[in-house]
């Protein structure tokens, strides 16, 4: 699964050729979540409240990006949350 970004403690990942929804990961130490492209809604698993808003925030901020990412198949590395 490659990495797409990592800020404050929190690692992105898409794993390409997986099921529908268009979807990535958000690993922030033992939790993980999957959360939706389109909706930007976690799908499966939790966060701790404050890296659900970070995560979030990063989401809006690259949502075309990730989106094109997951249809094309064409990884590319994304900002971090500044």
Known sequence: MP???RFYGIT???FFGDH???Y???IYGDFN???SIESLEI???DLPSRAEKLVLEWATLYQSELLNMWNTQD???LPPLK
């Open 3 to 5: 990495e797409v970004a």
């Open 12 to 14: 992105i990942k898409v």
């Open 20 to 22: 529908p929804p268009p």
């Open 24 to 26: 990535f990961h958000a």
């Open 33 to 35: 979540a999957l959360i």
């Open 43 to 45: 799908i499966e698993g």
């Open 75 to 77: 990884f590319c590395k």
